[in-house]
């Protein structure tokens, strides 16, 4: 095998094998191991490109936390003194010339990387952009001896139903509001303008998309058409759209996609036989709003006051409205709007209309 066509997973699994489990013995008999996380190797997008910046083995030791506590400074230095600068032919200190092997607990990696160990109240569920949960959940487990890594991460395989009706709704309700702007640049000779708004609305029916197929959505462009290649039948249509030149062709296309979403989500909530239409001023087009409020009134619980008061429209979760990568990198930024979520009738959610009223 050309040591440098090996990708990122299995360099690792191969690194704790290798490298790391014949030291482990002594210190932690009883632990797990893997790589999740960040990383375009975690997600199986790694190649040849990703090998000129931040690559190499890296594994994440997970240790019971009290022993964490006791061992996880003098297993690091054993583990540095004793593994080799090379293996395979790739450095094994390569991120600020530090070896890539963190020590930490399943409860502690979570806490720090969603913001809570484990998604208990809807809250919490909101304040976990997809990309996070994604991370968590793909990679793959080298081992796992007393289960909790395993546990925590089955938890989030995905929204649990309400959470995800919830998603659905606020992504239904945002895709129509470029609908008619879409017209009126192309009606005004505004080709730029029509692009613009072309992009933005297929850039939410990509998260419809994901969200209606059960599958977490990648925050970063170049992750996102390689997921959606996966989910068949979309992604020629959406890259046709993206790249016509005429209003009339978009709309078909956009209207060919939803047509085929909306007989999915039939097979989850209760919608009319046929999609309801909405009549502007220019075409008519499927009502994503009156989806929108449809899978509205079947929320139950906490999530029920979670609407705006004046459109009956959904909030939505932290990463359907805040588009800021920065921010939602850190858990200690996204799940700091808690309280807000709590307080439905906060200064964040409170309708601009209110100001002149």
Known sequence: MNQKSIQGLELSKRYYHDCILPLLGKWVPAHAAGLIGFGSEVLGYDDLHSQDHDFGPRVILFLPDDRRQEVSEKLFQTLDAQIPKLFLGFKTRFMNERLAISITSPERYFQFTLGTTLPLETCDWLLIPEQRLLESTSGEIFADHFGTLSTLRNSLRYFPFNIWTYRVAYALDSLSWDYDLLADCARRNKPLGMKLATAKTV??????????????????????????????????????????????????????????????????????????????????????????????????????????????????????WCTQQDFLLESEYFAAFKDYYKSPKSALFRDPWETFI
């Open 203 to 320: 850039e939410r029916l990509i998260k419809l998309t994901f969200l209606i197929h059960r599958h977490y959505c990648p925050s970063y462009g170049k992750w996102v058409e390689v997921e959606l290649k996966k989910i068949h039948g979309f992604h020629a249509a959406i890259h046709k759209a993206l790249t016509a030149d005429s209003y009339e062709e978009v709309i078909s296309l956009i209207e060919g996609c939803l047509n085929v979403l909306y007989e999915l989500m039939k097979a989850h909530w209760k919608l009319p036989t046929t999609p309801p239409q909405h009549k502007s001023r220019f075409c008519d087009l499927l009502d994503a709003k009156e989806l929108s409020r449809i899978l509205i009134e079947t929320l139950e619980g906490e999530l029920k006051t979670l609407v705006t008061h004046l459109a009956n429209a959904p909030y939505g979760a932290v990463d359907q």
